[in-house]
C-alpha cells in the first residue's frame, strides 16, 4: 500500500476517535491500528471488555461453548440449561453439518432446553435438571453423553451442575458434562472456548478410554465446525495424501472419536483460538504434536499440505505433492476464469476465530486486496499471527463497534465486506457487497480445492451482481 493509503488510515482512526468523550476515545484508540511491515504483531490490544455504550459485536462465554466446542458434537444431547431465550437463539444457527439420523445417533439440530422460569430461579434448578437428564435418556436411548450448557442464572443462584453430573453419570452409564460456560463470564465468547475445552480435558479424556488401535498415520482434525461441509472438504485432502483421520471434532465429531485422539500421532489446528488449549494439554500429556493448518485458496493448502506431511515419512511427502499436482489444472481453471473479473478489487473482513487472517491468501489467489481485518474475539497471539498474513498499511480493528466499521467501509469504500449477520444487511443497504463469513451465506465448504472453486464462485456472485447497478451508496449520491 501507498503511504497516501497508511496517512488516510491514520487520519481515518483520528476521525473515528474524535466523535467519542475523551475517556472513551483513549480507551478504543488501544485497538485500532494501521499494520507496519516488519511489526511482529498488528499494535492493538484485544481480550479486554468492551466499552459500555459502544456496540460491540461479540457474543458471550455460551455462545462460545455451546455454540463452537460442545454443540457439534453429534452423538450428545446438549442441554441449554437456563431460560429458553439462550438456547432458541442458538438454534441452528452455525450449519455445522453432520451425517446420521436425528433422534438416533445425531442431535445437532435440536434446542433442548430446562426453560427456567421464576420458581426455578428462586428455588434453584437442580432438581429440574436431574429430572430432565432422566426424560432424555427416556426419549434418546441412543445418545452417546450429556452436556450441561450454564446460562447466566444457573452462576448466580449457585446450582451445582457438577453434582447432578456425577449423580446421573453413575445412574445412567453416559458421560454427562458440565460446562460452566455462563454469559457474564470473561469479555467475550472467547473464555467459554477456553471453559469447553478444560471440560473436555476433565470429563472426556482424562474420564474414559478406547479400544481403538494406533497406526502410523493416525491424525485428528481439532477445531473444525463442519461449517458447510468445510471438514469433510479438508479430510478429502488429508486423506488422499495417505492419513488416516481418526477424529474430527468438533464439526460432525463424535465422543468416541474424542476418545482417539489421545493415540493420534498429530493434531491437526484449525480453529486455533477455539482449541488451541486442548490441543496444548495432548501434547503436554500426551506427547501429541499440532500443528496449525491453512486449507483456504490453493497456495495455503498447498504449504500445509506440505507442512503436515513433513511430520511422516517420505511416502506422505511424496503423497502430499502428488495431490497438490493432481489439483493444478482445476486451480488453474478456477484462477483464469474469476481473477479477470476479481482482480484488483479490495475487501474489508471482521470476522471471529482465525478468517481475518486465514482467508487473506484466498483472496490474494484471485488478485483481490485485504484493506482492512479484524476480529470479535482475538488474542494478542491472534495478532501476531495475523502479521505474517497482512500488508503493509492494512486498517487493524480488534473488537470493531458498528460505528467505527460503517466510518471505515464509507472512507475506504472497499468492493467487498465480509463479516457477520449482525453487519451483512447495514452493508448492503449502503450498497456494499457483503459475504457471509460466518457460516458461509448458506454456501460452502470453503476449505479444500473444491472449497476454493466455490469460494471464488461466491465472491464474484458477490462483488458482480448486477443488482449493484440499480442502487448507490449513501456517499454516491
Known amino acids: 500500500m501507498t503511504i497516501d493509503v497508511k496517512t488516510r488510515n491514520r487520519e481515518l482512526i483520528q ?189 472426556v479424556l482424562d474420564k474414559g478410554e478406547s479400544t481403538h488401535e494406533a497406526g502410523p498415520y493416525d491424525v485428528a482434525i481439532i477445531g473444525d465446525y463442519n461449517i458447510g461441509g468445510d471438514a469433510w472438504s479438508s479430510r478429502i485432502l488429508l486423506e488422499e495424501i495417505g492419513l488416516r483421520v481418526v477424529a474430527q471434532w468438533s464439526g460432525d465429531g463424535t465422543l468416541q472419536e474424542m476418545l482417539k485422539t489421545p493415540k493420534v500421532k498429530l493434531n491437526l489446528l484449525h480453529c486455533y483460538r477455539s482449541m488451541n488449549y486442548i490441543s496444548r494439554h495432548m501434547e503436554e500429556k500426551y506427547g501429541i504434536p499440532w500443528v496449525e493448518y491453512n486449507f483456504f485458496g490453493p497456495s495455503k493448502i498447498a504449504a500445509s499440505l506440505r507442512e503436515i506431511a513433513s511430520h511422516f515419512d517420505d511416502k506422505i511427502k511424496e503423497n502430499a505433492e502428488k495431490v497438490i499436482a493432481k489439483y493444478q489444472p482445476m486451480v488453474d481453471a478456477v484462477i483464469a476464469k474469476f481473477k479477470p473479473r476479481l482482480d484488483k478489487k479490495t475487501v474489508m473482513l471482521y470476522v471471529g476465530g482465525l ?35 497482512v500488508k503493509d498499511g492494512t486498517l487493524i480493528y480488534d473488537d470493531v463497534s458498528g460505528f467505527e466499521l460503517e466510518k471505515f467501509a464509507e472512507t475506504i469504500q472497499p468492493d467487498l465486506v465480509g463479516s457477520g449477520i449482525k453487519e451483512k444487511y447495514v452493508f448492503q443497504k449502503m450498497g456494499i457487497p457483503f459475504r457471509q463469513m460466518h457460516s458461509w451465506d448458506y454456501s460452502g465448504p470453503y476449505h479444500g480445492y473444491d472449497g476454493f472453486a466455490i469460494f471464488a464462485r461466491d465472491m464474484d456472485m458477490a462483488i458482480n451482481s448486477p443488482v449493484w447497478k440499480m442502487t448507490k451508496a449513501p456517499w454516491k449520491k
Not at 455504550?53 to 461479540?58: C, K, N
Not at 482467508?359 to 502479521?387: I, S
Open 15 to 203: 476521525e473515528v476517535l474524535s466523535v467519542y468523550p475523551e475517556k472513551a476515545a483513549k480507551k478504543r484508540a488501544k485497538h485500532l491500528n494501521v499494520y507496519e511491515e516488519g511489526k511482529p504483531d498488528c499494535g492493538v490490544k484485544s481480550n479486554i471488555k468492551s466499552l459500555p455504550g459502544v456496540m460491540t459485536i461479540r457474543g458471550c462465554a455460551y455462545a462460545g461453548a455451546k455454540g463452537v466446542v460442545w454443540g457439534p458434537i453429534k452423538d450428545m444431547v446438549h442441554i441449554s440449561h437456563g431460560p429458553v431465550g439462550c438456547g432458541q437463539y442458538s438454534w441452528g444457527t452455525r450449519r455445522n453439518y453432520a451425517g446420521g439420523v436425528p433422534g438416533v445417533n445425531n442431535w445437532v439440530a435440536m434446542q433442548i432446553t430446562s426453560d427456567f422460569q421464576e420458581k426455578d430461579i428462586v428455588f434453584g434448578g437442580d432438581k429440574k435438571l436431574d429430572k430432565m437428564i432422566d426424560e432424555i435418556n427416556a426419549l434418546f436411548p441412543l445418545s452417546r453423553g450429556i452436556s450441561i450448557m450454564s446460562e447466566c442464572p444457573i452462576g448466580l443462584i449457585g446450582d451445582d451442575i457438577e453434582a447432578v453430573s456425577k449423580k446421573k453419570a453413575k445412574e445412567c452409564g453416559k458421560m454427562v458434562v458440565p460446562v460452566r460456560c455462563e454469559g457474564f463470564r470473561g469479555v467475550s465468547q472467547s473464555l467459554g472456548h477456553h471453559i469447553a475445552n478444560d471440560q473436555v480435558r476433565d470429563w
Open 355 to 389: 478468517r481475518p487472517r486465514h482467508t487473506v491468501n484466498a483472496y490474494e489467489d484471485l488478485g483481490m486486496e485485504v484493506v482492512g481485518a479484524g476480529y470479535e474475539f482475538a488474542h494478542g497471539d491472534d495478532y501476531q499471527r495475523t502479521a505474517h498474513y
